[in-house]
């Protein structure tokens, strides 16, 4: 087991690398730069870049950024916030993106199983089909638009929550951003553990442990669910990637002062330290969460981690 996993450490390290790589190359055949102004004369651009060594070759100035980075410096805005460091920008944004993802991820996993496994309890019911109504629903429609309605009826309507979000009830306010973005996890997961449980409740195995005597909810609980977890697994690594690093239009219509905002105004200004941290840290975010993943599997399934040794 641990040289599977010393492999995929490995192998997570290097994708980043590549990653990394390829952001700063995009960044540079990127048309403009951070300097746009019209007023600035070419002597004064050429000082501009050399001040900020933009005018040294690209290998160059990737393996400074490489080395600055792995300090935890990702160096300094040219734009949105100048000569400030892209960290220290970075500090308060990314608590408030991960806080709304976390919670977005938790309310979607929890309604997602619950109506998953009272659709497969209820196979070809009304419950069933209504259960797989709601999930079409939830998969069809677009997380921004959910949060327009939300923010419609539950905020302007019924001032039940803020509009915008507000610093001084941070956690009141992102409720509404994460039921907003919960939708389409709990759609996906109660389409999942739907299918899933049904397999495996009709199955040769549940049904000797049925015919042992075992409890129902004990059938459900400890053989049923257990084997269903794995793809459903599977599908919440992605998820919760996507929440993590997808939520920038959910952001940008309360007003959340998180990453996926600084990140377009990144792109929109053409700050290129601004835009390759966070696209890299949203890509750190999600390879954790898929190594993270691969690891759950031999924990759920004894069958994997015997598996995973041997190789």
């Known amino acids: 087991m641990k040289k599977y996993l010393t492999k995929r450490a490995l192998v997570s390290v290097a994708t980043l690398f590549v990653i990394l790589l390829v952001l700063f190359i995009l960044m540079d055949l990127m048309p403009g730069s951070p ?29 400074i950024y490489v080395k600055n980075m792995l300090t935890g410096d990702f160096g300094i805005s040219y734009t949105i916030n100048k000569n400030f460091a892209v960290s220290e920008m970075l500090k308060g944004r990314l608590s408030v993106s991960l806080m709304v993802g976390a919670m977005a991820m938790v309310v979607g996993t929890i309604f997602g199983l619950i109506l998953g496994i009272a659709s497969a309890l209820n196979h070809n019911t009304w419950i069933d089909n209504l259960c797989s109504i709601i999930a079409v629903f939830g998969v069809s429609i677009p997380s921004y638009v959910c949060g327009l309605l939300l923010c419609y009826f539950l905020a302007y309507k019924l001032k039940l929550f803020p509009i915008l979000f507000d610093r001084g009830r941070p956690f009141y306010s992102l409720v509404l951003p994460a039921l907003a973005l919960s939708v389409s996890p709990t759609a996906n ?10 397999d495996v409740l009709n199955s040769n195995f549940i049904s000797l442990v049925q015919s042992k005597g075992v409890k129902d909810y004990k059938v459900i609980v400890k053989h049923a669910l257990r084997n269903t977890l794995i793809p459903i697994v599977t599908v919440m690594g992605p998820l919760l990637a996507g929440l993590l ?39 750190i975010i999600y390879v954790v969460i898929m190594f993270v993943v691969d690891l759950l599997y031999g924990v759920i399934d004894p069958r994997i981690r015997i598996t995973k040794e041997g190789a």
Request: proline letters at 3%; charged letters at 20%; hydrophobic letters at 45%.
């Open 189 to 198: 997961i109660a389409r999942f553990t739907r299918s899933e449980m049904i």
């Open 245 to 283: 690093t997808g939520s920038s239009v959910i952001e940008k219509i309360f007003g959340i002062p998180g990453i996926g905002n600084l990140m377009i105004q990144g792109i929109q200004f053409n700050d290129y330290n601004v835009t390759i941290a966070c696209s890299f840290i949203y890509s």
């Open 35 to 63: 300097f746009n102004d019209e007023k600035l004369t070419a002597d004064q651009l050429a000082v501009l870049y050399s001040k900020y060594g933009l005018d040294k070759p690209i290998i160059v100035r990737f393996f």
